[in-house]
């Protein structure tokens, strides 16, 4: 079965480096998003993408992220500063259409860890 | 997206069936209704969803009421592996904006 995959498992990193999280969403998926979930919170939306530009972003999502699909298989998040509240796990995930009723498939997720 | 009530917790016995109730009092008619599963903290899991009609595929099936104000996701023979924590979350959103609540921790026991 298809599925989203997400590389490294886990990164520790300084306060204040950037991170760059990858993700190769399945293959004939369009529609690509990130999420996190801080430990012990919920799963929050942080940013979906469809045709090279962000449909829409949650307030979380400020000017340190970005998020770039560099070829047509990969899909990264990067943090340009990272401060020690983004330590949290990371979720890639896709889906083949953005209406609702089109099921979105997550990857196992991207542990971070700032310090 | 409308807003779902569940209960924190549910415990069920193997090899039962897991019924984990979901209210949705104020969803809309383009609304759909979908549960996802997290495991420890891995990724969520898809396990199924639905409009009006009842669902079912290999994992579990769905009964959504005739007013669809609520659902029941139902794990015909839960297994230990079935212990995590259960998303029920309603969605009409070009751009697949997911809101998770708390979910309902169902621990299976032997």
């Known amino acids: 079965e298809p599925e989203v995959t997400q590389t490294p498992s886990h990164q520790v990193t300084q306060m204040g480096q950037e991170v760059i999280l990858r993700c190769v969403p399945i293959s004939n998926h369009l529609y690509f998003y990130w999420y996190r979930q801080i430990l012990g919170q919920k799963v929050e939306f942080l940013v979906s993408?469809?045709?090279?530009?962000?449909?829409?972003k949650s307030e979380i999502f400020d000017d340190q992220f970005s998020v770039e699909r560099p070829d047509g298989s990969n899909f990264t998040l990067k943090i340009r500063s990272t401060k020690l509240e983004d330590s949290a796990m990371y979720f890639c995930?896709?889906?083949?259409?953005?209406?609702?009723?089109?099921?979105?498939?997550f990857g196992e997720g991207s542990w971070l860890t700032v310090v | 997206d409308a807003k779902t009530t569940q209960p924190p917790s549910m415990d069920c016995a193997e090899g039962r069936a897991a019924n984990l109730p979901c209210n949705h009092s104020?969803?809309?008619?383009?609304?759909?209704v979908y549960w996802y599963r997290q495991i420890h903290s891995q990724g969520p899991q898809y396990i199924i969803h639905?409009?009006?009609n009842n669902e079912t595929n290999e994992m579990a099936s769905l009964i959504i009421t005739e007013d669809r104000k609520s659902s029941t996701l139902i794990l015909p023979h839960a297994t230990l592996r079935d212990t995590a924590v259960y998303y029920c979350?309603?969605?009409?959103?070009?751009?697949?904006?997911?809101?998770f609540g708390q979910g309902t921790e169902l621990s299976v026991k032997p």
């Open positions: 995930a896709s889906s083949r259409r953005g209406q609702a009723g089109n099921t979105i498939y």
């Open positions: 993408f469809y045709n090279n530009e962000i449909s829409e």
């Open positions: 639905g409009l009006k």
């Open positions: 104020t969803i809309s008619g383009n609304e759909y």
């Open positions: 979350i309603v969605h009409y959103n070009q751009g697949g904006k997911l809101i």
